[in-house]
Nanobody
Framework: VQLQASGGGLVQAGGSLRLACVATGGRFSANGMGWHRQAPGNQREFVACISGGGSQTYGDSVKGRFTISRDNAKNTVYLQMNSLKPEDSAVYSC???????????????WGQGTQVTVSS
């Protein structure tokens, strides 16, 4: 499985960005997909995941602002990020994994990250 993330960039606080992650190989529609982020000096933080059946789980810091979705026809998972804050600045990485629906998402394969920078 290979994962290619895109959509990062520089945005002002309060703005929006949409990240995309395209998967090749594997059975995309059956797999859970997720996003994590890591800022310099911080541990990697869970952002969101979506199961093969469409169940979504979010990290507490992004609930109500971020939305994860998937398009199985395009083998793509999206992360719509609204009301961005400077503390959302990080490298965002997508993954495929298991146990999203149970709230214990476990990544298996990772893609490269995409940088999101939110200016104040």
């Amino acid at each position: 499985v290979q994962l290619q993330a895109s959509g990062g960039g520089l945005v002002q606080a309060g703005g929006s960005l949409r990240l995309a992650c395209v998967a090749t190989g594997g059975r995309f529609s059956a797999n859970g997909m997720g996003w994590h982020r890591q800022a310099p000096g911080n541990q990697r933080e869970f952002v969101a995941c979506i199961s093969g059946g469409g169940s979504q789980t979010y990290g507490d810091s992004v609930k109500g602002r971020f939305t994860i979705s998937r398009d199985n026809a395009k083998n793509t998972v999206y992360l719509q990020m609204n009301s961005l804050k400077p503390e959302d600045s990080a490298v965002y990485s997508c993954s495929t994994g298991t146990h999203c629906a149970s709230g214990s998402y476990s990544p298996i394969y990772w893609g490269q990250g995409t940088q999101v920078t939110v200016s104040s």
